[in-house]
């Protein structure tokens, strides 16, 4: 079946630590998103990509990084610059010029 | 630059009456609205969507939304709430290419037995 997988589900970080979430679509998408969750704030866009190596920030990029080697992949990296890292953290994907947005599962980051 | 605003942060209905949750949008072209429900820890799935076809959209699991250019607004309604409704729903606003989407801050509806 085609879909987005998030892995891990649950991620525990140390402050100070970089850490990767994995992104990965078998559904031949070629956008790609990162959206943060926080309670009462909707999601928010952290960097988004159209095309493979090319992806541009969202409304809050400061502390995360992407990369978009592959179509079917879009790591996000929140590394220690990040200054409140803890939230829930979605990927999504969508064809060109096509509103059929397809979101994963999440992964919640949670620093401790 | 587009926006939604829901109107209640929190709903909470009986089961079987009816369900309201309030979208308000501000946009300076067309826009595109979608509603998506998330349950908990879990990620979203698209109720509906308007792209400027009909103005009443009929969505998943007999939700339906009104298009209100006059009023700008896209509420969310359901004649009889099921227990299963109870989750977070984010109305949401597309930019003019459909690229980006900008995201309520969402209503949480709870439903009593």
């Known amino acids: 079946d085609g879909g987005i997988t998030q892995s891990p589900k649950y991620l525990f970080r140390k402050e100070g630590q970089n850490v990767t979430l994995s992104c990965e679509q078998n559904l031949n998408h070629d956008a790609m998103y990162w959206y943060r969750q926080d309670p009462g704030q909707g999601l928010r866009l952290i960097y988004y990509?159209?095309?493979?190596?090319?992806?541009q920030k969202g409304d809050i990029a400061e502390g995360y990084s992407v990369s978009r080697e592959k179509k079917e992949s879009f790591p996000l990296t929140v590394t220690s610059a990040q200054k409140n890292p803890t939230a829930f953290y979605l990927c999504a994907s969508k064809p060109d010029r096509n509103y059929g947005y397809t979101f994963g599962s999440g992964t919640r980051l949670t620093v401790v | 630059a587009q926006s939604v605003t829901q109107l209640d942060s929190h709903v909470s209905v009986s089961e079987g009456t009816p369900v309201l949750l309030r979208c308000n949008y501000s946009s300076s072209y067309s826009p595109s609205l979608f509603w998506y429900v998330q349950h908990p820890n879990k990620g979203l799935q698209l109720l509906l969507k308007y792209t400027s076809a009909a103005t009443l959209v009929k969505g998943i699991n007999g939700f339906e939304a009104e298009f209100k250019k006059s009023e700008t607004s896209f509420h969310l309604t359901k004649p009889s709430a099921h227990m299963s409704d109870a989750a977070e729903y984010f109305c949401?606003?597309?930019?003019?290419?459909?690229?980006?989407?900008?995201f309520g801050a969402g209503t949480i509806l709870r439903v009593k037995s």
């Open positions: 990509s159209q095309i493979v190596n090319d992806f």
């Open positions: 949401v606003v597309s930019d003019r290419n459909l690229n980006k989407l900008v």
